[in-house]
T-cell receptor, first 110, second 111 residues
């Protein structure tokens, strides 16, 4: 049981490039979340999903898109990366009421 | 909207001393509340949760927290700090399907 995994672990992008972060969970959870973590700001919710084929905006959705085509996977896309998107990104899945977090992806946009 | 306030972004305690990390929430109804711990370069791990059962909640690693509705607080305590407790701690509240996290408290344990 791997829990929640994230791919890749590290990435450096140039401004304007695009990329997709993959989150996978093997716990059959309905809910999945994407957060960003910045120093002094805690975790902020980007997007979330309450089930396969559904997505919803969180607190800071601008500049990001998501898809949940399969129950076990939740993808986070950056279409045109900006330096302000430099952050650590965490994915989580939820079995109410708890969340289970992945190890994070450290993204740097230059 | 729900919010969580953690007082003190950095807390230092001596090994063996009491750990007290503060969390206050804003909510018109009793919420579900959580404390998470994050070790360097890792994801968040659940320490404990309050789900409207007992007001004193015991978690892992000797931590506990008390829900006080009158003070809208959910402070985290541990009687005796250990070096391995050095980490970042986050308080969180859930409303609907969304979690709201505090800005975190970095705990340093001095030998």
């Amino acid at each position: 049981n791997a829990g929640v995994t994230q791919t890749p672990k590290f990435r450096v992008l140039k401004t304007g490039q695009s990329m997709t972060l993959l989150c996978a969970q093997d716990m059959n959870h309905e809910y999945m979340y994407w957060y960003r973590q910045d120093p002094g700001m805690g975790l902020r919710l980007i997007h979330y999903s309450v089930g396969e084929g559904t997505t919803a905006k969180g607190e800071v959705p601008d500049g990001y898109n998501v898809s949940r085509l399969k129950k076990q996977n939740f993808l986070l896309g950056l279409e045109s990366a900006a330096p302000s998107q430099t952050s650590v990104y965490f994915c989580a899945s939820r079995q109410a009421p708890e969340q289970y977090f992945g190890p994070g992806t450290r993204l740097t946009v230059t | 909207a729900q919010s969580v306030t953690q007082l003190g972004s950095h807390v230092s305690v001596s090994e063996g001393a009491l750990v007290l990390l503060r969390c206050n929430y804003s909510s018109s109804v009793p919420p579900y509340l959580f404390w998470y711990v994050q070790y360097p370069n890792q994801g968040l791990q659940l320490l404990l949760k309050y789900t409207s059962a007992a007001t004193l909640v015991k978690g892992i690693n000797g931590f506990e927290a008390e829900f006080k509705k009158s003070e809208t607080s959910f402070h985290l305590t541990k009687p005796s700090a250990h070096m391995s407790d050095a980490a970042e701690y986050f308080c969180a509240v859930i409303t609907g399907n969304q979690f709201y996290f505090g800005t975190g408290t970095s705990l340093t344990v001095i030998p």
